[in-house]
């Protein structure tokens, strides 16, 4: 955390000895280990705190996106479907006007004329009479 090796804590421990004496030294030892303790149960719980506000951030943008992804995926479906409808019901129309009988005119004039102008023969062969 501080980079404080062991030699550096001989010394200080040295100068705290010194200085409070070997009475008091280790109350106050106890002391800044107990504010050592909270501090870092401290910067544990914000840490936590701020991983788990990201991780709630980062679920909420997934959520979001599929939200849209959905929303998009839903009106391309819509679309084919819409697409799909009109062209069964292009396709029913062109079923219905082919199966339905033409009225009023029937095989055409000319095929019954040329059939019957030539006594039965064929319209490309030239009769024999």
Do not use: Y
Not at 26 to 37: E, S
Request: aromatic share 4%; charged share 30%; proline share 5%.
């Amino acid at each position: 955390m501080f980079d404080i090796g062991f030699g550096e804590l001989v010394i200080i421990g040295l100068i705290g000895l010194l200085v409070l004496g070997p009475e008091r030294l280790p109350g106050v030892a106890k002391t800044l280990g107990g504010f050592v303790r909270k501090a870092r149960r401290t910067w544990h719980q914000m840490r936590v705190e701020l991983e788990s506000e990201v991780d709630r951030s980062r679920i909420r943008d997934i959520k979001n996106e599929m939200t849209e992804t959905r929303k998009q995926l839903r009106e391309s479906v819509q679309a084919a479907d819409d697409s799909l409808r009109q062209t069964g019901d292009k396709l029913q129309q062109t079923v219905n006007e082919v199966s339905q009988p033409t009225t009023g005119s029937k095989a055409s004039p000319r095929a019954g004329t040329a059939a019957t102008s030539n006594n039965g023969s064929s319209p490309d062969k030239p009769s024999d009479q």
